[in-house]
């Protein structure tokens, strides 16, 4: 999670210096990264770990 929350504001940096296409790229890889591991589990959702992984996921998919 902490590579892509690093990837997401490399991207949000990017966005800023007018680079759409760059952000937009990263953002889809960090989302699409992040999303196949959280696939992997399939119990443990109650847990602070995943919960903040969902809401990551969530925060990507709204900035894409």
């Not at 966005?15 to 443990?44: C, I, N, P, Q």
């Not at 602070?48 to 996921?57: M, V």
């Amino acid at each position: 999670m902490s590579l892509v929350r690093l990837r997401q504001q490399q991207a949000l940096k990017q966005r800023a210096r007018s680079k759409e296409h760059g952000a937009r790229t990263a953002l889809d890889e960090s989302h699409t990264m992040l999303s196949e591991v959280y696939s992997w589990f399939t119990e443990g959702f109650d847990t602070k770990d995943l919960q903040e992984a969902q809401a990551l996921i969530d925060n990507l998919a709204s900035s894409v």
